[in-house]
């Protein structure tokens, strides 16, 4: 299976600031997805990230929130822009290995975020 | 529109003890279900995908097309086996996840 390696792992943001997070994958897998966990909650999903070309959002996610990048097939980058406590979440980083059978998405340790 | 349901938040049981985690879904074509666990301080992992019809760490789970079902089992709980689990489903390479039912195996 990939190994999916997220950073930071953890960090305190002040309200207003933007902070980016970084997803290496260390092989080339097809497909890659943002995911939040909020405290007490499941996950939900952001965004597909699509290499060379604008993510995909789901209802309720917007791409001035939350800019994605994904220049190849083994990094992607999503930044939480102008932060407020209601973003304090997990992001989880997400892939879908190309190598196995079926559909099986693997995950990021996750960065785990409090805005304060 | 896809939907999974884990009517279950919290589940305690003794250890021994047979345990179920309910799972519904619902969904219009034809499906791939996956349970995830994430024990304590740990990255969320895959357990098991209804595909493969396998036994992970004793746990098994049968998709029931008429019921809609997709509910995780094990004979005889273990300490270790505690942790929060989410029932998953795949309609199209992305993943659409229930709520989760946090299982404590009390010794």
């Known amino acids: 299976s990939a190994v999916i390696s997220q950073k930071p792992s953890r960090d305190i943001c002040q309200r207003g600031t933007s902070l980016t997070i970084q997803c290496q994958v260390d092989s080339q897998v097809t497909m890659m997805f943002w995911y939040r966990q909020q405290p007490g909650q499941s996950l939900t999903l952001i965004a597909t990230?699509?290499?060379?070309?604008?993510?995909?959002?789901e209802s309720g996610f917007v791409i001035d929130k939350f800019p994605i990048s994904r220049p190849n097939l083994t990094f992607s980058t999503l930044t939480v822009s102008n932060m407020s406590p209601e973003d304090s979440s997990i992001y989880l980083c997400?892939?879908?290995?190309?190598?196995?059978?079926?559909?099986?998405?693997?995950f990021g340790e996750g960065s785990w975020l409090t805005v304060v | 529109a896809q939907r999974v349901t884990q009517p279950e938040k919290l589940l305690s049981v003794f250890k021994g003890a047979p345990v179920e985690l309910k799972c519904n879904y619902s969904y219009s074509g034809s499906p791939e279900l996956f349970w995830y666990v994430q024990y304590s301080r740990q990255r969320l992992q895959l357990l098991l995908r209804h595909i493969s019809r396998e036994s992970i760490k004793g746990f098994t789970a049968d998709l029931n097309k008429g019921e809609t079902s997709f509910h995780l089992k094990k004979p005889f709980a273990q300490e270790e086996d505690s942790a929060m689990y989410y029932c998953?489903?795949?309609?199209?390479?992305?993943?659409?996840f229930g709520t989760g039912t946090r299982l404590t195996v009390i010794p």
């Open positions: 997400s892939v879908v290995d190309s190598l196995s059978s079926g559909n099986t998405i693997y």
């Open positions: 998953a489903l795949s309609g199209s390479s992305n993943l659409f």
């Open positions: 990230a699509n290499q060379g070309s604008e993510a995909t959002y």
